[in-house]
């Protein structure tokens, strides 16, 4: 844990101390967002999924993350408010990390990397990641080097194909309020390979559960602590029919017996998730999302 640092309310003006929270980078080292304390912390009055993240580079490998912005509740007047973070500057004369050389119009949003177990057009060039091709140089599927054309690039006809690189371990954000559930929800499919999850702009549907979108996937997160039923079910799979996508669903508190029975029909697969953050597939067709990924 970071150390703690006064942080004065813009309403009641009390000053309140707070800790910037510690994240683990893909690499293993941890990530603080860089408190801006030399700026006025704002107010937060209307929350939109866009700018509940903050950027930040880790200093260890110079990878660039989305993590949850740095937010407050004022112990006094309970005024919830957003501590500005310092913007990632590019690094200059230091060819470092694993994203160095990225920039806009490559394919990534804001010029940032994809977030981390994003499957994509725009990663580092890895063994046996279907879809991706290798820098030159940079070991094929079968182990061997790549020159600079396209040997290698497929295995010879007959023999079997390599196995994917394994996703390395998803690391859950711990569930104390609705909005955890949405944010572990959403890097959990972040991390099955999903990318540009969000929550939908737009005037809210007077639901319980929350809308996740992205490309190809229409997920819906049930943060209440009543069992899924079966019209929940069914609205997710006709809102995935409706966009042509995919339809997830997640809950706290598992699914009634009819809702299991439908999505097992409908091919949806239902997540649970527990208190620790961790997603846990609780039918056929979610199994085989966690093994094929997005």
Known sequence: MAEAVPVRCPACLRENGYAA???????????????DLAAPPVPL????WSESWAAV??????????WPHPE????????????????VEPETGRETGPWRGF??????????????????????????????????????????A???????????????????????????VTIRTARDAVTAAALYLRWLGFQDVRQPDGRPIPSAAVDLRAPGLVAQVDPTTAPAGLRAVECVWLNGLTASAASVYFALAGYTEDARSR????????????????????????DRLVGSGA
């Open 21 to 35: 929270p510690v994240f683990p980078c893909a690499c293993g080292s941890p990530v603080t967002p860089p408190l």
């Open 45 to 48: 009055t209307h929350r939109t």
């Open 57 to 66: 580079r880790c200093t260890a490998c110079g990878r660039v993350s989305e």
């Open 72 to 87: 407050l509740g004022c112990a006094s007047c309970g005024t919830v408010v957003r501590i500005p973070v310092h913007p």
């Open 103 to 144: 920039a806009p119009g490559t394919g990534l949003r804001d010029g940032l990397p994809p977030r981390p177990g994003v499957r994509g057009d725009a990663r580092e060039a890895g063994p046996g990641r279907p879809g991706t091709a290798g820098a030159p140089g940079a070991p094929g599927r079968d182990g061997s």
């Open 146 to 172: 790549r020159g600079d054309g396209a040997a290698g690039s497929d295995p010879a006809p007959g023999q079997p194909s390599a196995a994917p690189a394994p996703r390395p371990a998803f690391r859950p």
């Open 263 to 286: 999505a097992d029909d409908l091919g949806i697969p239902l997540f649970v998730m527990d208190l620790t953050g961790m997603p846990q597939p609780v039918n056929d067709p979610a």
